[in-house]
């Protein structure tokens, strides 16, 4: 079974910056494309960034578009968020998933199959 293992996270002011990785365990990473998702208190699951398992092919949700940065290092098997520009309302739970698909990938949470823990952000003064 695929394991992640999702760091970097933590308490930050507002127009900071943090660097999330998603570290792959136990097997290759290079084969999948992986997401980076969020869930806050009383909301449902939303795609973030993901990033496709060749080629290099990257998506953003308009709320993040200029400010946060996806990248993977497949040498070291880890997938990274550059966040910076914070603001109050990206405060969540972010987790790394991947999927089986080629040279794209997806925003929707449900066509991931496997998923990472979870990593606490809070974005407050």
């Known amino acids: 079974q695929l394991q992640f293992v999702e760091s970097g996270g933590g308490l930050v002011q507002p127009g900071g910056s943090l660097r999330l990785s998603c570290a792959a365990s136990g097997f290759t990473l290079n084969g999948y494309s992986i997401g980076w998702f969020r869930q806050a208190p009383g909301k449902e699951r939303e795609g973030v960034s993901c990033?496709?398992?060749?080629?290099?092919?990257?998506r953003y949700a308009d709320s993040v578009k200029g400010r946060f940065t996806i990248s993977r290092d497949n040498a070291k098997n880890t997938v990274y968020l550059q966040m910076n520009s914070l603001k109050p309302e990206d405060t969540a739970v972010y987790y790394c998933?991947?999927?089986?698909?080629?040279?794209?990938?997806?925003?929707?949470?449900?066509?991931?199959?496997?998923w990472g823990q979870g990593t606490q952000v809070t974005v407050s003064s």
């Open positions: 998933a991947s999927i089986t698909i080629q040279r794209t990938c997806l925003m929707a949470p449900g066509t991931y199959n496997y």
């Open positions: 990033i496709s398992n060749v080629g290099g092919s990257t």
